[in-house]
């Protein structure tokens, strides 16, 4: 579990964070939304060590990340798994490279081993025989897959997704949040998610956290937010084309 207590962040005298406080569960898929520019992104780089807050704390199981000494933190980092946005995978790279990277960063495994690991993760995300492939030559879904590979590679304790089906058609969005949600159950992942995605907040949000201007407004489930009575989280929503929403 990761708990976010009275988190706030400042950028000058630019408060972007306002007194955050959210716990997100274990083997859950935690969704975070909210509009562009509400926080979304800087809280997620609070949670992975990018920023630190000005003030507040976060705890991965009770320990304080932000009050931990520098081997500490590193020791924490090696539990945790990224999705960027863009999928960020190195272009000069395999994607037997790519997969492989935080493994030779992290372990000291042999190269069987971690070849082993590399496989058993493209074969997870349905991404076989791609290993001399180069990001280039795959589609965006396929990357997409790929860097979900990467950051399971170390078998993380939490795993983090920014934007995981931007850019991608509802099809592949689907197979994307599918894959999310299995590797989230089959490891016991506390799994975090920014997402614009309502279609992803109705099929995979189990906790769901509404961000908006850098306070939190809303919290619950996927079962409560269409019919939540609160006036910010539903103009978000309905927003949205509700019709796509209901047919998945």
Known sequence: MITIEHVNKSFGEKKVLHDINIAFEKGKVNLVIGRSGSGKTVLMKCLIGLLTPTEGYI???????HHLSFKEQKMLR???????????LFDSLTIEENVMFPLNMLTQQTRQEKLERVNYCLHRVDLFNTNPLYPSELSGGMKKRAAIARAIAINPKYLFCDEPNSGLDPKTSLI?????????HEYNITTVVNTHD????????????????GFLEWHGTKDEVLVSENESLNDFIYAQPITQMIRR
């Open 198 to 213: 309502l279609n992803s907040v109705i099929t995979i949000g189990e906790t769901i956290s509404f961000i908006r201007d």
């Open 176 to 184: 994307i949040d599918e894959l999310i949600t299995g590797i989230t």
């Open 59 to 65: 705890y991965y199981d009770k320990k304080d990340f």
């Open 78 to 88: 090696t539990e945790m798994g990224v999705v960027f946005q863009g999928s960020a």
